[in-house]
T-cell receptor, first 111, second 117 residues
Framework: DAKTTQPPSMDCAEGRAANLPCNHSTISGNEYVYWYRQIHSQGPQYIIHGLKNNETNEMASLIITEDRKSSTLILPHATLRDTAVYYCIVMNQGGSEKLVFGKGTKLTVNP | DSGVTQTPKHLITATGQRVTLRCSPRSGDLSVYWYQQSLDQGLQFLIQYYNGEERAKGNILERFSAQQFPDLHSELNLSSLELGDSALYFC????????????????FGPGTRLTVL
């Protein structure tokens, strides 16, 4: 079973920031938070991951709460091409573990 | 483009048949993972290979098998196919340097859509 909880769906206006929440209250100290997205039956696409510090890359920002029990993925300026299912996954590093996908959040970016 | 390639893109076959799906990992990646995505089950891990050796197994049926070759490409063999095997099959790869954080990120291929009639 997935160790994360995400809202099933969210809407966002094009050009606005999309903030996708994820709860992972049972996360352990050596587990990272990973975000992937899947655009309509394409292969899942890696977005970002982090342990406890906030992270930013060219695609998104990841904000992890101090207690690490929840996180938020931020797409700063959503476009129509960001419409996808977003998956939040917790995973150990260094052990080459499988990814356990939950149902994710279906983000719809509206014009 | 993730750098992971999968062939074929689509496969249509009949029940009882056997098929082989192929995956080429990103250059330098030693680990290959196979996932199945069906409408009712979502994305599920099947099996992982690391540098030619089986590393982990998920809910993979006995009718399914996989291997990783010396050039690191991998094949997933599905036999005695049933209607319920119709799904998207994804391959992912990662570098995996043991104990080195940040090397486990998995990059996915575009998938093979299998339809069993």
């Amino acid at each position: 079973d997935a160790k994360t909880t995400q809202p099933p769906s969210m809407d966002c206006a094009e050009g606005r920031a999309a903030n996708l929440p994820c709860n992972h209250s049972t996360i352990s100290g050596n587990e990272y938070v990973y975000w992937y997205r899947q655009i309509h039956s394409q292969g899942p696409q890696y977005i970002i991951h982090g342990l406890k510090n906030n992270e930013t890359n060219e695609m998104a920002s990841l904000i992890i709460t101090e207690d690490r029990k929840s996180s938020t993925l931020i797409l700063p300026h959503a476009t129509l091409r960001d419409t996808a299912v977003y998956y939040c996954i917790v995973m150990n590093q260094g052990g080459s573990e499988k990814l356990v996908f939950g149902k994710g959040t279906k983000l719809t970016v509206n014009p | 483009d993730s750098g992971v390639t999968q062939t074929p893109k689509h496969l249509i076959t009949a029940t009882g048949q056997r098929v082989t799906l192929r995956c080429s990992p990103r250059s330098g990646d030693l680990s290959v993972y196979w996932y199945q995505q069906s409408l009712d089950q979502g994305l599920q891990f099947l099996i992982q290979y690391y540098n030619g050796e089986e590393r982990a197994k998920g809910n993979i049926l006995e009718r399914f098998s996989a291997q990783q070759f010396p050039d690191l490409h991998s094949e997933l063999n599905l036999s005695s196919l049933e209607l319920g095997d119709s799904a998207l099959y994804f391959c992912a790869s990662s570098v995996v340097v043991s104990g080195r954080a940040g090397t486990d990120t998995q990059y996915f291929g575009p998938g093979t859509r299998l339809t069993v009639l």
